[in-house]
């Protein structure tokens, strides 16, 4: 019984060495459950909505939830004209809240390059986008 402590105790030290090093991490650990637990966060359903009609270049759908006092319909449209990226996939990443709203965060896949563009959506208590970075 007193070897077994020792033992243990240097499992315990190569475990956390091995997460502290990035042998095993959040990744490979995250992918071994569903996509969706029950208690992971997720954005509201027309947050959703509009992360994927502007991956989609939907230019009346992202213009109708953007205030005016940041772009009008004919900035959205120069906007998705003048994108040099596509996009093939969205997910979402998290929120944070702050003085200026609720800031929902998302990765935007482009299945041209491989890339991933990192979007922040933030939003009034009006449910309008404020600020997009």
């Given at each position: 019984?007193?070897?077994?402590?020792?033992?243990?105790?240097?499992?315990?030290?190569?475990?956390?060495?091995?997460?502290?090093?990035g042998?095993?991490?959040?990744?490979?650990?995250?992918?071994?459950?569903?996509?969706?637990?029950?208690?992971?966060?997720?954005?509201?359903?027309?947050?959703?909505?509009?992360?994927?009609?502007?991956?989609?270049?939907?230019?009346?759908?992202?213009?109708?939830?953007?205030?005016?006092?940041?772009?009008?319909?004919?900035?959205?449209?120069?906007?998705?004209a003048?994108?040099?990226?596509t996009?093939?996939?969205?997910?979402?990443?998290g929120?944070?809240?702050?003085k200026?709203?609720?800031?929902?965060?998302?990765?935007?896949?482009?299945?041209?390059?491989?890339l991933?563009?990192?979007?922040?959506?933030?939003?009034?208590?009006?449910?309008k986008?404020?600020?997009i970075?």
């Open positions: 019984m007193q070897r077994a402590a020792p033992i243990f105790g240097g499992v315990v030290v190569l475990i956390a060495i091995a997460f502290a090093s042998v095993v991490g959040h990744d490979r650990i995250a992918s071994l459950w569903p996509a969706s637990l029950p208690f992971a966060e997720n954005p509201p359903r027309w947050m959703l909505d509009y992360a994927k009609a502007f991956c989609g270049a939907d230019t009346t759908t992202v213009a109708s939830r953007i205030d005016v006092s940041l772009a009008s319909e004919d900035d959205v449209k120069q906007a998705f003048a994108r040099d990226w996009c093939s996939d969205v997910r979402y990443l929120s944070t809240s702050g200026s709203g609720t800031a929902y965060i998302f990765l935007l896949h482009d299945g041209k390059t491989g991933d563009n990192w979007w922040v959506f933030t939003v009034s208590a009006t449910q986008i404020v600020r970075d």
